[in-house]
């Protein structure tokens, strides 16, 4: 029963650094996104896939990278870390058909300093 | 381009108010509209609309869309500390028949005081 997971739950990187946001679920949901959410600014999609070998970019793609090799899993790579993009990142999934709400992880809170 | 507005960006009430939060939204091809509440973690789901006019229930909250006008409210009757919490929309449109590309309003930031 574990739903949508998040790894890790928090990170401080220093500026130029990369890293990998892991996000798995294990609801055979076709459709993964990520957001993230700053103060006043709602939460923004990223990037999102609806099936594996298959991604697209939200409202906010640049200098993240995505790729969904298997259903389960969909990372989010930070190239090259900046300080703006400290946030609070969220993954979701969902069946597809668009009458599946989205289920969320608990998110991971990154600072870049 | 897509647009999620809500109001009031935040609302303090004390416990036993009934508050109103508003969603508006202009969005090609629209299907339905989700309402969270997120409160210190992940937004939980409360509510998928898709009908106008046809109320959703549960418990003290309650929410209706209005498709002629590109809206939809969420009610919550005798508040409780417990509903304090930032509370979002997001209409789901058809692409693809997945939600592809889902845009959230920036929420609703609710306290109720005791």
């Known amino acids: 029963n574990a739903g949508v997971t998040q790894t890790p739950k928090f990170q401080v990187l220093k500026t130029g650094q990369s890293m990998t946001l892991q996000c798995a679920q294990d609801?055979?949901?076709?459709?993964m996104s990520w957001y993230r959410q700053d103060p006043g600014m709602g939460l923004r999609l990223i990037h999102y896939?609806?099936?594996?070998?298959?991604?697209d970019q939200g409202e906010v793609p640049n200098g993240y990278n995505v790729s969904r090799s298997t259903t389960e899993d969909f990372p989010l790579r930070l190239l090259s870390a900046a300080p703006s993009q400290t946030s609070v990142y969220f993954c979701?999934?969902?069946?597809?058909?668009?009458?599946?709400?989205?289920?969320f992880g608990n998110g991971t809170r990154l600072t870049v300093t | 381009e897509d647009k999620v507005v809500q109001s009031p960006l935040s609302l303090v009430v004390h416990e036993g108010d009934t508050v109103t939060l508003n969603c508006s939204y202009e969005?090609?091809?629209?299907?339905?509209l989700l309402w969270y509440k997120q409160e210190k973690k992940a937004p939980t789901f409360l509510f998928m609309l898709?009908?106008?006019?046809i109320e959703k229930k549960s418990g003290r909250l309650s929410s209706i869309l209005d498709k002629k006008e590109l809206s939809s409210i969420l009610n919550i009757t005798a508040t409780q500390t417990g509903d304090s919490a930032i509370y979002l929309c997001?209409?789901?449109?058809?692409?693809?028949?997945?939600?592809?590309?889902?845009?959230f309003g920036k929420g609703t930031k609710l306290s109720v005081k005791p």
């Open positions: 997001a209409p789901t449109m058809n692409y693809g028949g997945s939600q592809g590309n889902l845009i």
């Open positions: 609801m055979n949901h076709e459709y």
């Open positions: 979701a999934s969902s069946l597809l058909g668009g009458d599946s709400p989205l289920h």
């Open positions: 896939s609806v099936g594996a070998g298959i991604t």
């Open positions: 898709t009908s106008s006019g």
């Open positions: 969005v090609t091809n629209f299907r339905s």
